[in-house]
């Protein structure tokens, strides 16, 4: 079993900064990718960023390019997404996942979810 442990969400002002971090413990395997999606009230699931176990590669929902950033330290199995200018839209509880599949929102674990609030 896997356990993804998520911190550091929050209330900001909108234009603000939050900084989320998920440490992944358990039965892990030697390599695996790691993510997060988001959802907010009355909408569904989005993905919002991944990076890859070989070669870091990441990728972004359109929605957050230029203004999120996912990375990882492979020594402490966590991965950080630093949101920067943040808005009221990014409003959502954000959900940390191992092995992420964006095209069909899915992963083979998740974290509980951490909740970030963006005041106008």
């Known amino acids: 079993q896997v356990h993804l442990g998520e911190s550091g969400g929050g209330l900001v002002q909108s234009g603000g900064s939050l900084q989320l971090s998920c440490a992944a413990s358990?039965?892990?395997?030697?390599?695996?990718?790691m993510g997060w999606f988001r959802q907010a009230p009355g909408k569904e699931r989005e993905f919002v960023a991944s990076?890859?176990?070989?070669?870091?590669?990441?990728e972004y929902g359109d929605a957050v390019k230029g203004r999120f950033t996912i990375s990882r330290e492979y020594g402490k199995n966590t991965v950080h997404l630093q949101m920067n200018s943040l808005k009221p839209e990014d409003t959502a509880i954000y959900y940390c996942?191992?092995?992420?599949?964006?095209?069909?929102?899915?992963?083979?674990?998740w974290g509980q979810g951490t909740q970030v609030t963006v005041s106008s």
């Open positions: 996942a191992l092995n992420p599949n964006h095209y069909y929102l899915r992963a083979e674990y």
């Open positions: 358990g039965s892990l395997s030697l390599n695996y990718d």
């Open positions: 990076i890859a176990w070989l070669g870091g590669r990441t």
